[in-house]
C-alpha cells in the first residue's frame, strides 16, 4: 500500500471518531507539553541563579568556619583578626581586598511600618566585593566601623516600603531590634527572588551588628569572609595565600587539618548546574511517565478500533491486502495520533512557561522559560516512538485476522 495512501485512510478514520480521536490525544498532550516545559523552567531557572552568582564576580572566594571533609572538630572562629590578616597585601598579594560578613533575618520599623528583612554587617569595602552602586547618600566609612556608629544604608524596596519612597530617604531614622539607626544611603535597585533579594536587604557596620543586632559565638566573630581576587587568573594563588594566612593566624600545624573552608564561584556554580541538572532529570522522568499513559490509551483505542473495523479487516485482506498493509493501516493511524499530540504538546509547554514566568516574576523571581529546539524534537520524536511501540500489537492482530472469520464477524 502506498505511504501517502496510509495516511489519508488514517485521517479519514480517525476524524470518523473526532471525540475518541481527541481524548486518546489528550494523554500524548499533556505528556509532551509536561516535559517540554519541565525542560524550559528548568533551564529558565538555571540562567537566572547562574547570572546572580556570575553578577557577583568570578574572582570572589568564601571562606567558612569549620571543614567537614577532614570531619574537625571544634574549629576555631573566623574572626576579625583573621580579615586584618587577609587584607595584609605583604602577606597576600594576590588579595585584593577581604570582607567580614555578618547576616541575619531582622525586623524593621518607621511608624505604623514594620517589615522583616535582611541585614548585614560588613566593613566598606564590602560594597565593592558585591557591587553596591547607591542611588543616594553614601556607605558607611570605617570610621563609622571603628566608632559602632548606628547607621544603615537601605535597599530600595525596603526604604519604599518603610517610607513609601525610594529617593529623599537619607537623614530619616529607622528602628532595626528596635534600635534607631540614621539612614545614610538607598542603593540601586538590582533584582532577586524571595531566596535572595538584594532590594530588600540592609547594611550596618559589622561591629556595630556585633553590639546591638546579632549574638556573637566567640569575640570579634563573623559568620564569613569574602575575598576578592585581583582577578580570574589570580583566583588559585589567593585561595593558596588565603589558606596560608589563615592557617597561621589560626595557630595550625603541618599535622593538623584546615579548621576552614574555601570555596569559590567555579564550584558554587558547578553545584549549582548539578543539582538544576538531577532536579530536570528527576522532574522530566516524572512527566514523562504521562506520555507512557497516553501510550497505553493510544493502544486500548487501537484495540476497540481493531475489533469495531474487524469486517472491513476481512474486506480489505479478501480483496488482496497484505499482511503488511493492514500494518501499515494501524500504524500510521497510531503514529498520527502521537505526532498530533507532540505538536499541541508543544503548544501546552508553551502555556504553562508564560503562566509558571507569570507566577514567579509576581512572587519576586525572574525566570524566562527556554523552549530549546533540542527539547521540542526531543519530545516530539519520544511521543512518536510511544505511538508506533504502543500500535505495533494492535497492528499485528489486525494483520493476522483471517479473512473468512472477520467477514463473518459481528
Known amino acids: 500500500m502506498n505511504f501517502l495512501l496510509s495516511i489519508k485512510e488514517a485521517f479519514s478514520s480517525l476524524a470518523a471518531n473526532k471525540m475518541r480521536s481527541l481524548l486518546t490525544v489528550l494523554g500524548i498532550v499533556i505528556g509532551v507539553g509536561a516535559v517540554i516545559a519541565v525542560l524550559s523552567i528548568s533551564r529558565g531557572a538555571e ?29 576555631r572562629y573566623l ?11 605583604l602577606r597576600a598579594p594576590h588579595i585584593q581586598w577581604a570582607s567580614p560578613m555578618m547576616s541575619s533575618q531582622t525586623s524593621f520599623s518607621l511608624g505604623n511600618e514594620s517589615h522583616t528583612a535582611g541585614l548585614v554587617g560588613s566593613i566598606p569595602v564590602y560594597q565593592y566585593t ?8 553614601d556607605f558607611f566609612t570605617d570610621d563609622d566601623v571603628d566608632s559602632r556608629r548606628a547607621v544603615i544604608v537601605l535597599g530600595p524596596e525596603l526604604a519604599e516600603r518603610l517610607t ?12 532595626v531590634n528596635n534600635y534607631p539607626f540614621r539612614v545614610i544611603g538607598v542603593s540601586k535597585a538590582k ?57 597561621r ?18 564550584d558554587i556554580l558547578s553545584l ?15 512527566a514523562g511517565i504521562s506520555l507512557l499513559v497516553g501510550g497505553i490509551g493510544i493502544m486500548n ?86 505511538g508506533l511501540f504502543f500500535g505495533i500489537y494492535p497492528a499485528i492482530r489486525a494483520a493476522n485476522l483471517e479473512p473468512v472469520e472477520a467477514l463473518r464477524y459481528e
Not at 574572626?79 to 597585601?89: C, M, Y
Not at 549549582?272 to 516524572?286: D, H, Q
Open 47 to 75: 540562567a537566572s541563579i547562574i547570572g546572580q552568582i556570575e553578577s557577583i564576580g568570578t574572582n570572589v572566594i568564601y571562606v567558612m568556619r569549620g571543614n567537614r571533609a577532614e570531619g574537625v572538630k571544634n574549629p
Open 79 to 89: 574572626t576579625l583578626s583573621d580579615v586584618e590578616a587577609l587584607n595584609n597585601r
Open 130 to 137: 558585591m557591587d553596591i552602586q547607591l542611588s543616594e547618600g
Open 164 to 175: 513609601g519612597k525610594r529617593s529623599e530617604v537619607v537623614g530619616l531614622s529607622v528602628r
Open 191 to 247: 533584582g532577586g527572588n524571595q531566596f535572595n533579594n538584594p532590594d530588600m536587604q540592609a547594611y550596618i557596620p559589622i561591629t556595630t551588628m556585633q553590639m546591638r543586632v546579632s549574638r556573637q559565638s566567640a569575640p570579634d566573630s563573623v559568620d564569613l569572609i569574602m575575598i576578592q581576587a585581583q582577578d580570574a587568573e589570580s583566583v588559585n594563588a589567593a585561595i593558596a595565600e588565603a589558606r596560608e594566612v589563615l592557617r
Open 249 to 266: 593566624t589560626h595557630r595550625l600545624s603541618t599535622r593538623q587539618a584546615d579548621d576552614f573552608s574555601i570555596t569559590n564561584q567555579e
Open 272 to 286: 549549582a548546574n548539578s543539582i538544576t541538572n538531577v532536579l530536570t532529570v528527576f522532574l522530566a522522568g516524572i
Open 301 to 386: 483505542i487501537m484495540l476497540v478500533s481493531v475489533t469495531e473495523r474487524t469486517q472491513e479487516i476481512g474486506l480489505r485482506k479478501a480483496l488482496g491486502a497484505r499482511k503488511s498493509d493492514i500494518k501499515m493501516q494501524f500504524l500510521t493511524e497510531s503514529a498520527l495520533l502521537s505526532l498530533l499530540g507532540g505538536v499541541l504538546g508543544i503548544g501546552l509547554a508553551w502555556i504553562i512557561g508564560q503562566i509558571v514566568a507569570r507566577v514567579a516574576s509576581n512572587a519576586g523571581t525572574e525566570i524566562v522559560p527556554v523552549i530549546g529546539l533540542d527539547a521540542i524534537a526531543l519530545a516530539t520524536l519520544f511521543s512518536l516512538a510511544v
